[in-house]
């Protein structure tokens, strides 16, 4: 701590083994004989924080990282049941090896708070599930086959969240409003074709609104996503939506015990919406949710 300015910093290293246990039927051989890979991942960060006085606080962070793949990631070899597609492994990959920046600045005030994040990871070493192009028949049926791979890649990214309290008259003393926003966006390409990477999430904004009167508390949002346009040559679009979400809660407290009331109503108009960070079947075959109703109680003591 350096008359307000604090640093800190963080290693951390660890020893992980990934196993298959080999193909339990012979007939059947896709994952071959029992095997293992070790690896030794480290990361390192160094980070800073400084007050610039009124609230207003400046960050950073710059990182080394270094994940082991996982084991579908180096053994899977044949259809997932849950997507439909075929996936392969690389049974080759290394670890995945990033190196990061990310700088933040924001402001705290009593009731209200603004935080704002720009951030550029590269990485050497990208593992992504990406579409090959090629197709499996099995028993008649066509399966996508999607293969992991490592790519050098870049990944960019903005983030805003905010919360801004509103003044009430004195009939509604009791009354606390505030204003709700975020919005993040990422951007990721590979660094050696300049090809978007898959399945990244568009640019995603929320407007909401919340008010608390003693015991009672309420949130109406509108959580919209845009066109993701950015994907590789393989993959489609998918279109924007915009939805909205209310929820109610009321608690009861005691002695020994809380009680959390809530009712919550999710995409009131039930419009259709997909998940671009999902593969492409998926988004025909499971889209996400549509108009629902959800009621309960938690119960804490």
Known sequence: DLGGAQLTAGLR??????????????????FGPAQARSFQPRSLAL?????????????????????????YELYANGIHVATGNVERGDM???LERARGLDLGLKWEGQASHVHFNVYETRFDRYIALAATGEE????GERFPVYAFE????????????????????????????????????????????????????PLRAMLGLEAQWGAWAGRLELRGTARQTRVPVLDTATPG???????????????????????????LGNQLATNATATATIRGLAPQPGRSLAVGAQLRF
């Open 13 to 30: 290293q660890e020893r992980v083994t990934v196993r298959s246990e080999g193909d339990a039927d012979a007939s059947d051989a896709k």
């Open 47 to 71: 980070g800073a924080t400084l007050p610039l006085g009124q609230g207003w606080q400046f960050s950073s962070n710059l990182s080394r990282s270094e994940r082991a793949p996982a084991y």
């Open 92 to 94: 080759g990959l290394g």
């Open 136 to 139: 499996v028949d099995d028993a």
């Open 150 to 201: 490592g790519v050098p890649a870049r990944l960019r990214g903005v983030e805003l969240e905010g919360r801004f309290a509103l003044p009430t008259t004195d009939w509604a003393s009791g009354l606390h409003l505030a204003l709700l926003s975020q919005l993040d966006a990422v951007r990721g390409e590979r660094r050696d074709t300049g090809e978007p990477l898959p399945r990244l999430a």
């Open 241 to 267: 939506s915009g939805i909205w979400r209310l929820a109610l809660t009321r608690q009861w407290r005691a002695d020994r015990f809380d009680v959390l009331g809530y009712l919550k109503l999710d995409n």
